[in-house]
């Protein structure tokens, strides 16, 4: 589909998007951006005019022009919290990212998979990586909550769960909350490098400031994944740790059966270690 | 954070005359209202600047309504169009009076001129004159002018008596500005003005005396500084035609207010107004003389006529292109250290460069002159001292054009990469704040693309990216993507897209990751933007798919 440039000469970038008809992607587009003179974009300008040229001598100091000069910007920059479901208004870049960084940065300890609120990573813990949950789903349990805050819906299935967001809540029928990560062999290292200190569900990231240097954010990260390890409870993460080895062990027989029944027992079961019973049961049956 | 320091600064310096009065409030003893003659005491200094300072605290505590008083585009004014003027000092009231005190004052004074109109008389002109100056000095040396107190108590049409044709000029001048310091005022206030405004107009005229006409002039740039609505009234009453008469003028005063109130008078939204001005008969001479020789002051008005002129009107667009102007204010952007005359030059330029391609060029050739060809001389010499310097519009409108100028032929894009602003681009875009970064990322994108006809993705210029990339432009978009803007976190999308595609060997995806790109990227699974949440999956999905991480050789 042919890029019309024209069209989006007077027009300020916000337009950009409607070019993605048929475009998978709406890819970088060069276009000259004119704006009209009362636009937002020339606001500080206007005002620093103002400022100026005011024939009332105010002996501004600095602290007090740039008071005023923020003031009128605050007042129609307010930052709005995009992420779905928050709604929060903040009233500086700083402000949004602490907020960002204290609302919406709950983390998986397991797969590195972040979620915008902690109700939602314990979902997600529970579905993904708990094998008790996948137990009771096996037995026909509800277990699928529906993502919504306050709704309290419970479904027995992902698929009729995704039926329920789409249909009630009106979710895009593209959304998965299970959607599939693929960490990085360095997020992989750093998540086994994790839970040998034990840190539990939820870890912090370091706070990601644009004016920080690179090495400051990594110390501070560091330091963050200290300061959780150390505050874990050593029993609860003695339990959880056994359970997941419970739950991902490779050596757990899909059948267990006790008895002398040996034959599906031990389907597992190294060769070696099977020659070695079956002479034993051999001699036994003999001695 | 940036640390700000406590240094003083003068915004602007007037002619401060102090009276006895505000002595005497510094003393901390109230003048109540008669008029007796006072002789001005020494204390002219001293007194002044405490009256400022009282001024400062006012306009910076007092709260909204006097900040939307100081951001409005209309001008109070405090001491008048004539230099000196002495006499005025002698007119006798109080000056710091608030309140209830100062509204009871101003309403005697109301009830006071409306009786000195009805007299007859040999004394009926000396009386009037003085009730008017009493009435100026309280619109014009209080701290808060009781504006709306005088509206209420009927002022205006007694003002608009003052103003008929053959009175005498002090009489008239005096009248005008009262109905300066009124316009300046909300809405409202201005609105009452509407019984003055043909007057006002009039005595713009040729045959009216300098002070009178700027006087005027300052009142209609106040009243067009309202609305669209009064703009209109204006212009439907012959106010463009005499004010453009007015800016050809050698009186620098004159000139400047004028060129001020123009500015006001044009700036739209509909385009109309700044048509017609260009094709009035000697207005582009006027604003070319202007430009080449004005000082800083009637520069700075005049270059904000041109601001809206390009802004608003082609026509006044190609003329200009076509005339010495560009020139001029690539000189003048250049040479000069003024913020306030460099802002609207800059801007002029901008929004020249913004208009196409041809257009541009212009602005570019000029400085490539036949004289010396001194760098710093033409448009990216004077682009770059504005990226350098200390002031946030200056940078952010900077780096607009140099975006405009990047989003050319190839040949403007290499223009801008082998100059001295590629470093300055690639600091402010790690280091400055938000908006500035918006825009630089603007730049430096469209230096590395060219946009292509009819094939669905654009050309990479591969050898600017790869040199930006390895000159660590990453971060910087990266962290555009994480920000709540929404246009931000699209360019940021755009840009790592480009990156991931054009860097061969699949570097791109390496580089993104190790700069946690991909983190960022997955923040908008939970983003309500649908747009911006398909763009980071599809982007993940393509570049950290299933077979990612068996590929990592790293």
Known sequence: MEVKVEERESGISGTVEEEKEGLDFPYWSVIRRKYDPDAPFFASGNIERELLSKQVALDLTQDEEYELSNMADAEHGKICCPIAGCGAQLISLEDFEDHYLSRHSASCSVCSRVYPTSRLLNIHISEAHDSFFQAKVARGYAMYECLVEGCGAKMTSYKSRHQHLVDKHKFPDSFEFLKKHHPSKRQRQRRQACSKKGAVDQKMRGVREEHQKREEREDDQKGIEERKGMDVDGTIEDLVSKVSKLSTADSTPSVVSFGRRHTRGLAFVPRNLQREKKQDLLTNKKG | ?554
């Open chain 2, 1 to 554: 954070m940036v640390q700000r320091s406590c240094r003083r600064k003068r915004v602007r310096v007037q002619r401060q005359r102090a009276t006895l009065q505000q002595g005497m409030a510094h003393l901390g003893t109230k003048v109540v209202g008669e008029s007796p003659s006072l002789k001005r005491e020494p204390l002219k200094f001293s007194a002044g600047k405490v009256a400022a300072q009282r001024r400062r605290q006012h306009a910076v505590t007092i709260g909204k309504e006097r900040r939307e008083a100081i951001l409005r585009t209309k001008r109070l004014c405090r001491d008048g169009v004539v230099g000196d003027n002495e006499d005025q000092v002698d007119a006798g009231m109080i000056l710091d009076e608030e309140g209830a005190a100062l509204d009871a004052q101003t309403n005697e004074t109301v009830g006071e001129l409306k009786s000195a109109l009805r007299i007859q008389g040999k004394d009926a002109l000396r009386k009037k004159l003085e009730v008017l100056r009493t009435l100026r000095c309280l619109l014009s040396k209080s701290t808060v002018p009781p504006v709306e107190t005088a509206v209420q108590a009927g002022v205006v049409p007694l003002l608009v008596e003052c103003l008929s044709f053959g009175s005498p000029d002090e009489q008239l001048l005096e009248a005008a500005w009262c109905l300066t310091n009124i316009a300046a005022g909300e809405a409202e206030q201005t609105k009452a003005l509407l019984p003055a405004l043909p007057l006002l107009v009039a005595h713009l005229g040729d045959r009216s005396s300098v002070p009178i006409a700027e006087q005027c002039a300052w009142a209609l740039g106040n009243v067009a500084g309202e609305g669209e609505e009064l703009r209109n009234i204006l212009i439907a009453q012959g106010a463009l035609p005499a004010l453009a008469r007015m800016m050809l003028s050698d009186n620098g005063s004159m000139a400047r207010t004028a060129a001020w109130a123009l500015s006001n008078l044009i700036k739209g939204p509909h385009p109309w107004a700044a048509t017609e001005l260009i094709k009035i008969n000697g207005a582009l001479d006027a604003i070319i003389r202007h430009m080449k020789k004005a000082d800083d002051e009637l520069a700075t008005e005049v270059a904000w006529v041109v601001v809206y002129l390009t802004a608003l009107s082609n026509s006044a667009t190609s003329l200009l292109v076509n005339s010495d102007l560009v020139q001029l204010l690539v000189g003048r952007l250049a040479a000069s250290e003024c913020l306030q005359l460099l802002i609207p030059v800059l801007r002029s330029i901008g929004n020249l460069v913004a208009c196409d391609s041809h257009v541009a060029d212009e602005v570019l050739a000029a400085g490539y002159g036949t004289t010396v060809l001194n760098a710093s001389d033409n448009v990216m010499g004077a682009l770059v001292k504005c990226l350098s310097s200390d002031h946030r519009v200056l940078k952010k409108e900077a780096a607009w054009v140099l975006s405009n100028i990047a989003a050319g032929s190839l040949a403007h894009k290499q223009l801008i990469y082998f100059s001295d602003a590629l470093p300055l681009l690639l600091h402010l875009l790690s280091t400055a704040p938000f908006d500035i970064r918006k825009e630089v990322a603007y730049a430096l994108g469209n230096v590395c693309v060219v946009q292509s006809e009819g094939s669905h993705q654009p050309n990479l210029i591969l050898d600017h990216l790869v040199s930006l990339v390895d000159r660590g432009c990453l971060p910087g978009f990266i962290s555009l993507v994480r920000s709540p803007d929404l246009e931000a976190a699209r360019l940021g999308l755009q840009f790592l897209e480009m990156v991931m595609r054009g860097l061969p060997n699949g570097r791109g995806p390496k580089l993104v990751e190790r700069e946690d790109g991909i983190d960022a990227m997955e923040r908008f699974q939970f983003h309500e933007n649908e747009h911006l949440r398909s763009m980071a999956n599809e982007l993940v999905d393509k570049y950290f798919g299933e077979d990612h991480g068996h590929l990592d050789e790293d």
